[in-house]
């Protein structure tokens, strides 16, 4: 079958021409959300399986939508406007406390990719009483990560002050002295302290929670029972990116650039410590249930979880990544593969 690329939309065909006697197969449309206004490096796996075709192949049309936070994705999905979501686990978790119906499935960057960045005259957490701390919205990851930081200090937010600051505004933020910490992406903490020679990194939230799950693939249990052979096509096509940008860095570094709007330095040092160092991306299945229960009651602890503590066995569906990881064959020989 003849195949052609269409755009950089993230919109996928199967293919634009074939045989007159043999039919074209109609390709799956699956509508996803981003939790990001612009595509960070933690979900950069999209534009990768994009880019190199793993939908195309999966025989999936991919339709992506970037938001502000990962609760309108929750939101979004729970209303059934978006398939499949991205998200930390936080409103994924709290959203099926709260009887949201909904189930993890795989996972972006399954270990934080975050920093909490502040000007060097906040030298420990304790020095963030009484200072103007950016986050997205209550709930949302960069609040949740700043309220583990202030408490590991003794700290709660009424000891400082929150302003909502959009998501591309954190650097702005930071070095017009609008707020003084901000959760930052590893790639946007590169290129705010290149900017700005007075900021740097508090807190590293990986050294901070090294067992915290981060990234989550999710979708409702509804969808699920009517689309498990999509959900094991996409987490097909997600796998063969990450395992490709482990295998590619030449190749994956500018399409994460062009993706996140960082320039392939900043990248390249990104990639370095995300992939060459801490294997952010799973290349199996990804889904440690240690982990997600460790998570669960971190969020317990910090009075994250709304509701009660879901069990792992019902918040995560490891059905279609397992199918997925059997079809490619595991990956092992390296301490980064999970």
């Known amino acids: 079958m003849k195949r052609c690329l269409i755009g950089f939309s993230l919109v996928l065909l199967a293919g634009c021409a074939a045989p007159s006697n043999q039919a074209t197969p109609t390709p799956t449309t699956v509508e996803i959300g981003l939790p990001t206004d612009v595509t960070s490096f933690a979900n950069a796996d999209i534009a990768v399986a994009d880019q190199q075709g793993f939908f195309r192949d999966a025989g999936l049309t991919v339709h992506v939508k970037n938001l502000s936070s990962g609760v309108p994705v929750v939101q979004g999905v729970v209303g059934g406007s978006l398939d499949i979501g991205a998200s930390s686990i936080e409103p994924v978790v709290n959203a099926h406390a709260q009887g949201g119906g909904l189930v993890v499935i795989g996972s972006s960057a399954d270990r934080l990719t975050v920093s909490l960045v502040t000007p060097k005259s ?7 009483r009484g200072k103007r701390l950016g986050i997205q919205q209550v709930g949302a990851f960069r609040e949740v990560m700043t309220r ?19 998501a591309n ?3 702005s933020a930071l070095t017009q002295g609008r707020i003084q910490a901000a959760v930052l992406q590893y790639e946007q903490a590169v290129d705010a302290m290149q900017r700005d020679g007075d900021l740097h990194v508090l807190a590293d939230l990986a050294q901070v929670r090294p067992d915290y799950f981060y990234g989550t693939y999710f979708v409702t ?4 029972s009517h689309n498990r052979d999509a959900a094991t096509k996409f987490l097909t096509a997600i796998t063969r990116a990450h395992r490709f940008m482990y ?13 996140t709007h960082f320039s392939e330095q900043v990248i390249g040092q ?3 410590v995300l992939l060459g160092q801490r294997g952010v991306f799973p290349v199996n299945e990804g889904l440690d249930a240690g982990r997600i229960a460790a998570t669960v009651a971190t969020m317990a602890q910090f009075k994250i979880l709304s509701g009660s503590p879901p069990a792992t066995s019902a918040l995560v569906d490891t059905g279609p990544i397992a199918d997925a ?14």
């Not at 295998?247 to 993706?259: F, G, K, L, M, Q």
């Open 122 to 128: 906040v030298a420990t957490p304790a020095d963030l």
């Open 148 to 166: 583990m930081v202030l408490g590991g200090a003794g700290l709660t937010p009424a000891d400082a002050s929150y302003v909502a600051v959009d």
């Open 169 to 171: 505004s954190y650097t």
């Open 221 to 224: 249990t509804n969808w699920l």
């Open 247 to 259: 295998s590619n860095r030449a190749a994956t570094i500018p399409i994460v650039a062009a993706t």
């Open 270 to 272: 990104a990639y370095d």
């Open 325 to 338: 990881v059997k079809g490619l064959g595991a990956w092992s020989g390296d301490a980064r593969w999970h």
